[in-house]
Every structure is written in structure tokens, then in C-alpha cells.
């Protein structure tokens, strides 16, 4: 005979509000097998918890139920309560009376039927619940940064640093990200290539750093603690270790027109290129698509000209196996483009705004690279169309962000205050020219970020206008913004040179895909989800998978590189045991009855079933059944709903359990 | 004027105007964000055409026009409550104050409200008679506003109580007086005063 004891928690006012908890604790405890019920206001706190501690030692309970919030909340606090107490963790569950019942019900004596009913049901459940070793699973102390932006180089020294190995993976051919295009930041406006190209120079230094550039992630296989990840390495065309950059082949190619995506379009490159003269590596790569030789068979330049013999046209994409044991995710943002909608998007476009159709009419990190002294103008404010300087510039806030109708209805977050910074660019580079920012708010939630927003009106003379702009349109060689303001209360008009649009963050393209190769979540934007927004907020979902930076949602640097430390630091957590203890609510076969159909091995989305050889004594094959891998197994259900002849069974949450808390209702 | 769409350019924001309004208020416009706090507690906003942000806020944009031409200035009683309670330090009642004495000499400037008709007027007495001479001017006010019956039945009571003298009396040191207003006049042409 079982005897359960039943603790049902106030939750301050939240359940005992609409549910008569000691009603509810005077049902229970006249239910069969039930030797103690009571209720008590917070049931989570210390004094809570040696209530429960107590009552386990005192009343001899063998198992434990604790109506209260959703086992997702505290679930692990009452479980490590009842170890303490010495009872076997898995003896303890949770009826959620909160979320599904106090929170969502106004009716007091409904709620409390309701409620009755949850706990008689656990407490039919907890009577089958069986005693569960831990699992535990090695660790592979190497990591894996996905992404060689400023968030994955950071979390890559940090793990490195602390001397676990890193496999830092980029897709373009160098790494430095978005933060390489910028040319000053906020708040301090000190140069971004200054700060960043040291940090990336200590990436490929780093003695535990092995850096794959112009690589994508193939295929992630495995589990917290011991994942396979397949890299495709592009084929770059010139041979890493015999390339010394010297860049003679960049100067000799035929191929100068083809525009840079690292300049935003406006600065052009050659064929067989770096992305920007500080790249690391510094090694080139050939450009297949716009390559002569690879169009036409013919020119071959780059590879006569190589002193050391590096070109290799016939180099092939390669794939590489590594194993890790964590993965952080650094895959950093993209913009909003104005441009005509992409067919399938749901995101709209900018008809309003000319479709960007009007060549003066440019966004943000066009800006950037047009003020960056590294860039294709050396750091003068040029219209793209006709190359003179503007004399009047208007910035747009908002453009795609905070805009449902468009499609999106986040806040980009740093736009305000990359806003105020350009229009300090273009007053310390053209001296009699006006900037005019037309804003709805200015959000600038950061350290000494309002101060900067007010020095860039009060010192730096730019003039804020709190309205947004309903329409641009050419006139000659001039843009027409039609906007208002809304302080003053009518229509306004600027006749400008060039307008600059703070258009909105999004994920990179392709976010999607590759959360889908990791079976991470991501909301309908495809920026990826934390575990919890506020108290897990760098863990994904799946154990063992790490968010830094904006891949996540809009952030700016300093933001950034702390999530990304954090991660690292969550890594280093994760290393810090040789072994990993798992929660052993996993499936099981029943050898004896499993026919070896294999309808789990298909349906499993973590490729936990395996196939196993049952064989008698002089070693002849029997059958060949089923076995689910304890450390890959996430629990699931999956296969236990599947299995045709009802040979899977997933502990805790058994056929029998399941009839029990039916049969209970 | 109010309504009017508003164009801007280096040419129409009138940076040398709010330059004067600043140097004489001794505050900037500038540190305004629009908060509203000036208006929400100003006793007479309900009278204006531009309330006191929207004041500051066409500063900002160089746009004096818009509010000389509106009666917003003249309307304001000076109570300094805006002053007090600005977050940002901006000494809105000042600025009031420096509108009012620009507005004097401003192209387009409001004459709804006969203010500046009344100090003309006011000056004109003294300089003429060393005093004021108060017959005079109501008379020539009621005369030059158009209004001939303004206030008319208000002479007898204040003839009776003397309020009012019907003959002017000259101040004795009339060269003395006549020095000060060609100075301040040297120096207005100098730009040296208002």
C-alpha cells in the first residue's frame, strides 16, 4: 500500500484566489493511498520545502504530489526536495493547478471541482511511478561557435581561453561579420575596425581555435555532450597552406567590376578576392560565378601570377566530420531591404519609398560604409548616383521595424541609436551640411546612450523631427520627403540630396534551415527561442545548444558580446564534469514482444532507436528488435504512440499510468 | 499660417533668429525633447494657437515666424510655471520674454492683440511730454485700432476720481529725457540693443 502525501500550494493569491485549496487538500486526503494532505502558501519557498521534507520523514510517505504551478517551473525544486528527504526524485510529480486551472477559470467552486480533479489524477499516476536511476552520458570537451560575427568570436576566445578546443565555423570567406562593415560605434564613437580586427587576429592565433571559414554546418547529429557535426569547407579555390596573402593575384585579375556585398554593393572587387583588406584569413577565394575561367575555361591570371602555386581551380567542396560536446549559435542578423517584395515573404515592401528604385535612397550599413575610412569612398559621405556630397541628408527611423502592416512588429533596437551617430558622421565630414532625422521615439535604453542621442541635437545640430514620412519621391536631382511633424502639428517637406533608412534586423537568411539541422526552436520571424526569456535566456531549448548575439533578436555590441561571454560561460559549465547526469525519463523496449519493425526508428526525431541482435547462447540471431539509446532519447513519446504491437513504453508516462489517471476522472 | 505645410531647409530655418532668442533668454532651445510638461501646466495654453512646447518646438525648427504671427507670446502671463517645472532646464517664461522684445522690430509680427501699437504709443508720450498723458493715449489708441468707443464710458468715472487729467503736464528736464531715446536709438542702429 502506497502512502502518498499531497501538498497543495497557494501560490501567494494566485491559485488559492479562485481555487479553496483546503478544500481541495480535505478531498484528497480521503482518497485511497493518500496517508497526508495539506496546503500551504508557498509551497517553493524554504519553508515550503522542509514542510515536505518533514511530512516524508514523519508520515513515511512513498510518494509525493505537489499541487501547484506547471511542472516547467518548479518541477526540479520539489524533485531535488524529495532526494533530500530520501526519496527517489521520480516518486515526486506536479498537478498543475495554476496555469491550467486558477489562471484560467473565474468560477471559485468550478475551479475547485476542477483542481480536485487534477490532484486525484496525479495521485492515481504517482501510485505507478517507479523508482528511475540516473542517467548518465560523457562529455566531449570541444566546442562548436557557429557564426565568426562579433558574438561568435567572443564566445570562441572565451571557451578557447579557458582551454577547451573550438571550432569556430563562418560562412563567408572571412570572419568579422557585421561589426567588420560598421565605422565608428555608439556610445563612445570609437572606430569598429580598431576594436574588432584585434579580437579577430586572436581568433587565428589561437592556439585551440581551428577556424573554418567559407564553411556552412551540413548535418548536426548526436545530443548534449557528444554531437557530430558534417562542415561543408567550400572550395575556395586557392590552397589555405600555401597562399601567403601577398595579393598579387587580386591586383592581376581581369575581373574588376563584380560588386562587393562586404561594401554593401557601392565598392567593387575582383574575382579572386578578400572581402575587405583586414580579412583573416587572409587568404582569397575565387568566385566561381563571375570567374573567367570558370565560365569560359580560359584567362587563368590569378594562378600564373601565384609565386607559391596556391590557385587550384580543381579543388571540390569537402565535408568534415567533428565531435563536440556543445554548440553555440552565432549566426548574427541581416536587413530589411527595401526592394520589392520577394515573392512568398510575408514581409511587404516599400512601394512608398520607391521600391528602392531611387539610387540615393540607401539604408544603414550603406552609411557605414560609406563614413568608414576602409571603405569604397575612404570615408566621404558620396551620393551613389552622381558622387557629390550631400548638402542635406534626411534618416529614417523605423523603416520595416514596428511596422505590423509590413510584416514585422518588433522594435530593431538599435537604430535609434545608430541614427544619432550617422548624423554626427555627416556633421564632423561635411561641415555646412543639415541632417534631418525623421523619428517616432527614440529608444535609447543603454549606458550613456540618451546623452549621446541629446548630444547628437544639441551639440551636433541635427534636427529630429517626431513624425514619420509618408512618401519619397525624385525631383530632378533631389529627393522630395513628404513627412510631418507631429509636435507642431502640420505637413512638412524637405527637398534633400540622399535619405538614409534605419531599416529593420532581421535573421539571416537561411536561419530557419539551419535551425532545423540542430532542432532548435525559432519564432515566426526564424529568430531563434531561449529557453526562457527571462531566466534562461542564452540556452536553447535543446540541452547542450547556446544563443549568442543577434540571431536571437536585435541587439547591439555590448549586448552582444555579453550574451556571448555568457554562453561561453555556459559552456564552460557544461565542461566543468567529465560525466553528464540526464533525466531518465526515456523509452524502453520490451525486447520480449518487439517484432522489429522499426516504426520508432522512423518516427524518432532525435535517432535515439537503434537496432539491436538478440542472440541465444551459441551465438544464432534470434531477432533483430529495437533498443532506444538512454543518453539521445529526449523523452518524447513518440514511438510509444507509434509502436504497432505497444512494446515502447516511456517511464513515467506508461500505457498504465496514462489509463490510471483517465480511470481517475 | 498655422496649418500651412512647412518646408525646411538650411534657407527657411532661421538659425540667426533663435540664435537672438537664445542670447537673450539665456537658455537653449535646443535641450527641448517635447515633453509637454510647459503645456500641460500652462494656466493660459487653452488660449493659444501654438502652446508653449509648440513654441519651442518651432524654434528648434527655426520657424519664429509661425509663432510671432500668432498671439501665443502675448497671451502668456509671465507666471514662470513652465520655468520651474522643465526637466530640461529650458527657461520657457525667458523665452517668452525674448519673443516679445523681437518681436518689435520682426516683419509679420502679430498686431491682433495692439500690444505693440500700446507701447509704441506709451514711448511716444513720454518722449513727448517727459510723462505720461493718459488722454492722449486712449485717444490715439482708440483711434490708430479702430475701435473710436472703446472703453469710453470708463473716462468720466476715472475723470471724477482724478485717475485721469485732461491737460498734459510736461516734465521740466526735457533735453535730459530726449538724450536717452536717441542713445538707445545710436544704439539699436548699432545692433548694441533691442
Known amino acids: ?665 | 499660417m498655422k496649418k500651412k505645410k512647412m518646408v525646411i531647409s538650411q534657407e527657411t530655418m532661421d538659425v540667426d533668429f533663435v540664435r537672438k532668442v537664445e542670447a537673450l533668454s539665456g537658455t537653449s532651445v535646443r535641450r527641448c525633447f517635447q515633453c509637454g510638461k510647459c503645456s500641460a501646466g500652462c494656466p493660459m495654453a487653452t488660449f493659444m494657437e501654438h502652446p508653449p512646447n509648440r513654441v519651442v518646438r518651432l524654434l528648434q525648427l527655426g520657424q519664429w515666424q509661425r509663432v510671432l504671427a500668432g498671439r501665443s507670446i502675448w497671451y502668456c502671463a509671465s507666471c514662470e510655471t513652465c520655468t520651474t517645472r522643465c526637466p530640461n532646464k529650458v527657461d520657457l517664461a525667458s523665452i517668452m520674454d525674448a519673443l516679445r522684445k523681437l518681436s518689435w522690430d520682426a516683419e509679420g509680427a502679430s498686431k491682433e492683440s495692439y500690444v505693440q501699437l500700446a507701447n509704441k504709443l506709451f514711448l511716444q508720450n513720454i518722449r513727448t511730454y517727459g510723462r505720461q498723458y493718459e488722454m492722449r493715449l486712449a485717444a490715439v489708441f482708440n483711434v490708430k485700432s479702430g475701435q473710436f468707443l472703446k472703453d469710453l464710458m470708463l473716462g468720466p468715472k476715472l475723470l471724477a476720481k482724478g485717475k485721469l487729467k485732461m491737460f498734459h503736464s510736461k516734465n521740466k528736464n526735457m533735453p535730459e529725457i530726449e538724450k536717452i531715446f536717441t542713445r538707445i536709438e545710436e544704439m539699436r542702429k548699432k545692433g548694441e540693443a533691442l
Request: overall charge neutral; aromatic content about 6%.
Open chain 1, 1 to 665: 500500500m502506497s502512502r502518498i502525501g499531497v501538498f497543495i500550494c497557494h501560490c501567494g493569491e494566485n491559485i488559492s484566489r479562485t481555487v479553496d485549496v483546503e478544500r481541495v487538500a480535505a478531498e484528497i486526503g480521503k482518497l485511497s493511498g493518500v496517508a497526508f494532505a495539506t496546503d500551504y502558501k508557498y509551497m517553493c519557498s524554504d519553508p515550503g520545502q522542509n514542510l515536505l521534507k518533514k511530512a516524508i520523514q514523519e508520515q513515511k510517505l512513498t510518494h509525493v504530489v505537489v499541487a501547484a504551478c506547471s511542472p516547467r517551473m518548479h518541477e526540479k525544486t520539489f524533485r531535488k526536495a524529495v532526494e533530500a528527504a530520501g526519496l527517489n526524485p521520480f516518486l515526486c510529480e506536479m498537478a498543475n493547478i495554476r496555469e491550467h486551472c486558477s489562471w484560467v477559470h473565474e468560477n471559485r467552486e468550478e475551479a475547485t471541482v476542477k483542481a480536485i480533479d487534477i490532484v486525484s489524477m496525479m495521485v492515481e499516476r504517482v501510485k505507478k511511478n517507479r523508482i528511475l536511476p540516473g542517467i548518465t552520458v560523457p562529455v566531449t570537451k570541444r566546442s562548436l561557435v557557429i557564426g565568426g560575427g562579433i558574438a561568435g568570436i567572443q564566445a570562441a576566445l572565451d571557451i578557447a581561453d579557458c582551454g577547451h578546443e573550438v571550432i569556430l565555423v563562418e560562412r563567408e570567406p572571412s570572419i568579422g561579420g557585421h561589426m567588420a562593415q560598421l565605422s565608428e560605434t555608439f556610445p563612445t564613437l570609437d572606430c569598429s575596425q580598431c576594436i574588432m580586427t584585434p579580437k579577430m587576429v586572436d581568433v587565428a592565433n589561437h592556439p585551440k581555435i581551428k577556424l573554418y571559414t567559407y564553411s556552412e554546418i551540413e548535418l548536426v547529429e548526436g545530443y548534449i555532450g557528444n554531437f557530430q557535426v558534417t562542415i561543408k569547407k567550400k572550395a575556395r579555390s586557392v590552397d589555405e597552406d600555401k597562399c601567403t596573402g601577398c595579393g598579387v593575384c587580386m591586383t592581376k585579375c581581369p575581373q574588376k567590376k563584380i560588386p562587393n556585398k562586404f561594401d554593401q554593393n557601392i565598392g567593387m572587387r575582383t574575382a579572386i578576392y578578400v572581402p575587405f583588406p583586414q580579412a583573416v584569413p587572409n587568404t582569397p577565394v575565387i568566385d566561381r560565378d563571375n570567374c573567367t575561367w570558370f565560365k569560359t575555361g580560359k584567362c587563368g591570371v590569378c594562378k600564373k601570377v601565384c609565386g607559391p602555386g596556391a590557385v587550384d581551380f580543381e579543388q571540390q567542396d569537402t565535408l568534415v566530420v567533428e565531435a563536440v560536446g556543445a554548440i553555440v549559435v552565432a549566426t548574427g542578423f541581416d536587413l530589411y531591404s527595401i526592394d520589392e517584395k520577394p515573392k512568398g515573404s510575408p514581409i511587404k515592401g516599400y512601394g512608398e519609398f520607391g521600391h528602392g528604385k531611387i539610387p540615393d535612397v540607401i539604408d544603414g550599413m550603406t552609411f557605414e560604409r560609406l563614413a568608414s575610412a576602409s571603405g569604397p569612398t575612404g570615408g566621404k559621405i558620396l551620393r551613389p548616383s552622381d558622387g557629390k556630397e550631400p548638402k542635406q541628408i534626411v534618416f529614417i527611423q523605423c523603416v520595416g521595424s514596428r511596422a505590423r502592416e509590413k510584416g514585422i512588429s518588433y522594435c530593431s533596437k538599435v537604430c535609434c541609436m545608430y541614427t544619432a551617430k550617422h548624423t554626427m558622421l555627416y556633421h564632423h565630414k561635411v561641415h555646412d551640411g543639415q541632417a534631418y532625422v525623421f523619428f517616432m521615439d527614440a529608444r535609447t535604453p543603454g549606458k550613456s546612450y540618451d546623452e549621446f542621442w541629446r548630444r547628437s541635437i544639441e551639440e551636433e545640430e541635427a534636427v529630429y523631427i517626431r513624425g514619420m514620412v509618408s512618401r519619397l519621391y525624385q525631383k530632378g536631382d533631389k529627393i522630395v520627403v513628404m513627412g510631418s511633424d507631429i509636435a507642431v502639428g502640420v505637413q512638412v517637406e524637405i527637398e534633400t540630396d540622399m535619405v538614409v533608412l534605419a531599416t529593420a534586423v532581421q535573421p539571416q537568411k537561411g536561419a530557419d534551415l539551419l535551425a532545423q539541422k540542430l532542432g532548435i526552436s525559432y519564432d515566426k520571424y526564424n529568430f531563434y527561442s531561449e529557453a526562457h526569456a527571462k531566466l534562461r535566456p542564452v540556452e536553447c531549448a535543446t540541452a547542450g545548444i547556446y544563443l549568442a548575439g543577434a540571431c536571437q533578436g536585435p541587439k547591439d555590441i555590448p549586448e552582444t558580446v555579453s550574451q556571448a561571454s555568457a554562453a561561453a560561460a555556459k559552456v564552460m559549465t557544461l565542461f566543468s564534469k567529465d560525466k553528464l547526469e540526464r533525466e531518465p525519463i526515456v523509452a524502453r523496449v520490451r525486447e520480449a514482444g518487439c517484432v522489429g519493425c522499426f516504426a520508432c526508428k522512423k518516427v524518432c526525431a532525435y535517432g535515439a532507436v537503434e537496432e539491436k541482435e538478440i542472440r541465444d547462447r551459441q551465438g544464432n540471431l534470434i531477432k533483430v528488435v529495437a533498443y532506444v539509446n538512454p543518453g539521445v532519447c529526449a523523452g518524447c513519446g513518440t514511438c510509444q504512440a507509434t509502436c504497432p504491437s505497444k512494446c515502447v513504453e516511456l517511464d513515467g508516462y506508461t500505457d498504465e499510468q496514462i489509463i490510471a489517471m483517465i480511470e481517475a476522472l
